[in-house]
């Protein structure tokens, strides 16, 4: 066996595992009034790829940055400080704001 056949089999495990409570999580989140989940369209690519080399972004950051600026939304509601990095973009708290 390959290390990489054991590692496959071990994130296979995990997701495995995890999933029923990913899943209820996200049928929680379906279930809020505001929450509506958009498609990605051609037009996001070239958007995309400046934002994670212009500003060093992750691949799903990118892509959220991207679908954003489409559709006019200046701001995102996370913990992660990447966003900052973006121009245009206001970033939120969620639960993990810094002391004062």
């Known amino acids: 066996m ?6 496959s089999r071990t994130g296979e495990a995990l997701v495995r595992r995890h ?3 990913i899943r209820r999580v996200i049928e929680m989140l379906l279930r809020l009034p505001n929450v509506h989940l958009l ?3 051609a ?3 070239s958007r995309f790829l400046h934002h994670a ?3 060093g972004l992750l691949p ?7 679908i954003m600026e489409r559709l006019n939304v200046p ?3 996370s913990d ?3 966003f900052d990095r973006v121009p245009g973009i206001q970033r939120h708290w969620i639960a993990n704001a810094p002391l004062p």
């Not at 390959?2 to 590692?7: E, F, I, P, V, Y």
């Not at 799903?60 to 991207?66: G, M, T």
């Open 43 to 45: 037009e996001d690519a």
């Open 53 to 55: 080399s212009r500003c």
């Open 75 to 77: 701001a995102i509601a």
């Open 19 to 21: 999933a029923p409570p």
């Open 39 to 41: 498609h990605v369209e």
């Open 2 to 7: 390959r290390l990489q056949d054991g590692a």
């Open 80 to 82: 992660d400080r990447d």
């Open 60 to 66: 799903r950051d990118a892509l959220h940055v991207a």
